[in-house]
């Protein structure tokens, strides 16, 4: 128990220094300053309205039409005030609030994209799900909760302060005759609103305390409903291909009905919490009366007295069922808090395993990309391939063969510098400037434009677009270069791949590496792609992977991998 509060001491004091310490922090600190200074001002005005329930009251009692009127001018002012100072105390907590997330996310957007984190992340972590929920979700919840319960927990003890000095003053002096003795009470009426809100708000924790993880399981089911939906739309073609909609149905409703048998326990809960909080509630409206009424019928009190306790009675329970719904939100709270330090960590830990990286990456002095003793490993450790050592001049073509899965694909990571699993040497030549095509290219949401020029949208014509489009024999979308489209979806993998080749003519790479770049396309098609290439790129040296014999004709030099660390290199 106490480890864990430590470890969310640290963990809350790791989130919360970088932003409350960087560089936005005068904003910062001056709009919390703001807020407290509201907050108190927000107390104070609770502290005047139970005041003025006794002017009013008391006037009330004494038929006195100038003390009413001067009560509604108090009312109106003091009505007026607490409107302002709630619009703005909630308007400036969401602004810290926002301005708080937007700064934490850019940091952790930045350092999840930096060295490639997000790539080596779901290699070498297995232990960090999800990192987008961390992003969107949790940083979120964190500052929200943060917030929100911080503030809260300081407007409900000084709430609470304020309104028990102001019973304690109210309740005067109460004297017991009990037998010879007499005993005399001070505060009477604090002791009894403070134990009366101890007890209701103990026995609401004890009756909702299945709630809150009743409540963390609903979420989560609900996002794994949620998810089984959106992998149905994902892979839409091919469950509609194979016919799997009878057992896609079975699997989600086996789904809904974790979300519908856990919401069921919740109502089940929920109902007997009502039962209590509702009872709980209108016996305090008996109870603050009750409170009072000796002092009143031995006249030491007005009506206003009598009025002025019940409210700061409801107060005094008030501030007190916000310890209660905020101890209900601390389990979620600490969960956050780890998720999000588990991930900062693994994010630390990633990038601290790049800056180790043992492949050791010169610029080699001439136009050559030379590779000396590399090895590659797989994650568990298995070699895939041993001590290779290759030269490729610039203008060399290179087919890299093998059977699947023998690491055709990793060493074209290797050389991208994304496999975390691999040591040696790469020199590379002082102009390199290269492009890596995977089989399966990536077009980003958008327009076809963004997709053909991305992910450096430089200043390209149109009509070069067009141009470049018909040469790829993409003439039937040349027409749509401005088109928002999920386009992944909507093109076939022969056009994404001539998109892709689109693109290698658009933004010229000098060494363009392919991992099975054409394998939907017709042979015909892939020959006249690839004169088009040294024809519109003469410099250029290619390292294509793939299966198919065609291939070779293609290119001047061949290294065939066998799986097991081996290889060959044909000139
Ligand atoms: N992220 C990963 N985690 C674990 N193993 C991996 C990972 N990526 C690849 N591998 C393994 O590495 C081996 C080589 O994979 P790679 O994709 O390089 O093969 P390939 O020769 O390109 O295969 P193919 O011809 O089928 O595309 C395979 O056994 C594969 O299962």
Not at 311 to 318: G, K, L, P, Y
Not at 385 to 395: H, R, T, Y
Not at 460 to 472: D, K
């Amino acid at each position: 128990m106490l480890a864990d509060i430590k470890r969310f001491g640290r963990g809350m004091w790791y989130l919360t220094r970088s932003y409350w310490s960087s560089e936005e922090k005068l904003q910062a600190w001056g709009l919390l300053a703001v807020i407290v200074g509201l907050s108190l001002g927000y107390v104070y005005l609770q502290v005047l309205y139970n005041e003025w329930f006794n002017h009013y009251y008391s006037a009330l009692q004494e038929y006195d039409w100038n003390g009413i009127v001067a009560a509604f001018k108090e009312f109106c002012i003091l009505a007026t005030l607490n409107i302002i100072v709630v619009v703005y105390l909630t308007y400036l907590q969401q602004m810290l609030e926002i301005k708080w997330r937007c700064w934490l996310t850019e940091r952790y957007v930045g350092r999840w994209l930096a060295d490639k984190a997000y790539y080596r992340m779901q290699l070498t972590d297995k232990g960090t799900d999800n990192p987008d929920q961390r992003i969107s979700e949790d940083l979120h919840l964190f500052t929200n909760m943060s917030i929100n319960l911080s503030l809260g927990l300081f407007r409900a003890v000084v709430t609470l302060i304020s309104f028990v000095a102001i019973l304690w003053q109210l309740s005067g002096v109460m004297t017991i005759p009990l037998g010879q003795q007499r005993f005399t009470i001070y505060g009477s009426m604090v002791w009894v609103a403070v134990g009366y809100s101890i007890v209701g708000t103990w026995l609401t924790h004890k009756i909702g305390k299945p709630l809150v993880k009743l409540n963390f399981e609903q979420q989560r089911y609900e996002a794994d409903f949620r998810f089984s939906l959106v992998r149905l739309r994902e892979n839409s073609e091919s469950i509609a291909l194979f016919g799997g909609e009878k057992e896609e149905q079975r699997a989600f409703m086996n789904r809904f009905q974790k979300v519908l048998g856990n919401f069921w326990e919740i109502m089940r809960r929920q109902k007997q919490l009502t039962w209590f909080t509702a009872g709980f509630g209108q016996a305090s409206i008996f109870i603050r009366i009750m409170l009072a009424l000796p002092r009143y019928f031995a006249k030491e009190i007005q009506l206003g007295g009598l009025m002025q306790i019940a409210t700061a009675f409801d107060n005094v329970r008030e501030a007190f069922s916000f310890f209660v719904d905020a101890y209900s939100q601390l389990a979620q709270w600490r969960s956050v808090v780890d998720r999000l330090t588990g991930f900062d960590k693994s994010m630390a830990d990633t990038s601290q395993a790049a800056d180790r990286e043992k492949i050791e990456r010169v610029s080699s002095p001439s136009r050559v990309l030379a590779t000396a003793g590399l090895n590659i490993k797989l994650p568990d450790g298995r070699p895939l391939l041993e001590q290779l050592n290759l030269e490729l001049a610039a203008g060399d073509s290179l087919l890299v063969a093998g059977p699947s899965g023998s690491g055709k694909s990793t060493l074209l990571r290797t050389l991208a510098g994304i496999w975390p699993y691999a040591a040696g040497r790469v020199a590379v030549p002082p102009d390199y400037k290269a492009l890596f095509l995977p089989q399966k290219p990536y077009l980003p949401l958008g327009t076809l434009r963004e997709a053909l020029l991305y992910p450096k949208f430089t200043n390209v014509s149109a009509q070069e677009i067009r141009e470049v489009m018909n040469l790829c024999k993409l003439d039937k979308l040349a027409g749509m270069i401005d088109k928002t489209e999920d386009w992944s979806h909507v093109l076939s993998l022969g056009e994404q791949q001539r998109i892709a080749f689109a693109r290698v003519l658009l933004t010229k790479p000098n060494w363009l590496f392919l991992d099975e770049a054409t394998s939907a396309l017709d042979e015909p098609t892939e020959r006249y792609l690839y004169s088009l290439l040294t024809e519109r790129l003469p410099d250029i040296t290619i390292v294509s992977v793939g299966h198919r014999n065609t291939l070779t004709s293609y290119h001047k030099k061949k290294l065939t991998l066998d799986g097991t660390g081996k290889w060959s290199l044909l000139n």
